[in-house]
C-alpha cells in the first residue's frame, strides 16, 4: 500500500502567528490561502499544513498520487483500493469513499491513540 506524501495538518489558533513562527524556522508558503484560515508550508521535503478553525486536533495527512513535494507520480495506491485493504484487516474508518467513484476522494481513520489520519487523494 502506497499512501504518497505525508504531512502534518496543524489545527492553529491564529494562522498569522503560526505562518510567522514557521516562516523563522525555514518553512515557506506553497500553497493555500491565509484569508481562507488554511496555508501549506515546506522546508525542503517536510510539509506542514496551518488550518485554522477547520477541525480540532493535529492530523497527519497522506495524499495518494503525490511525491513529498506535492508533484503527481504515475504509480500510486488509490484511496479506495487502500480503504479495501484497510476494511480486510478489520480497521474501522470515520469516513469512507464510494468505492464505485473515480478520482479525488478521502477516507479518514483514527490511531489507538486517537490521533486523526486524513488519506486525502487529489487525482
Same mark, same amino acid.
Given at each position: 500500500? %502506497? ?9 492553529? %489558533? ?42 480540532? %486536533? ?28 484497510? %476494511? ?36
Amino acid at each position: 500500500m %502506497k499512501l504518497g506524501s505525508f504531512s502534518l495538518s496543524l489545527a492553529v %489558533k491564529d494562522i498569522n502567528a503560526s505562518f510567522e513562527f514557521y516562516q523563522k524556522l525555514g518553512f515557506v508558503e506553497v500553497g493555500g490561502d491565509i484569508t481562507q484560515n488554511w496555508l501549506i508550508l515546506r522546508n525542503d521535503t517536510h510539509t506542514l499544513g496551518l488550518f485554522s478553525g477547520m477541525f480540532e %486536533k493535529n492530523m497527519l495527512t497522506f495524499n495518494p498520487g503525490w511525491n513529498q513535494l506535492g508533484e503527481e507520480i504515475d504509480e500510486y495506491t488509490d484511496v479506495r483500493d487502500i480503504q479495501r485493504e484497510l %476494511k480486510q484487516q478489520g480497521v474501522s474508518l470515520d469516513a469512507e469513499v464510494d468505492e464505485t467513484s473515480h478520482g479525488p476522494a478521502s477516507i479518514m481513520l483514527m490511531d489507538p491513540d486517537g490521533n486523526p489520519i486524513l488519506i486525502d487523494q487529489h487525482r
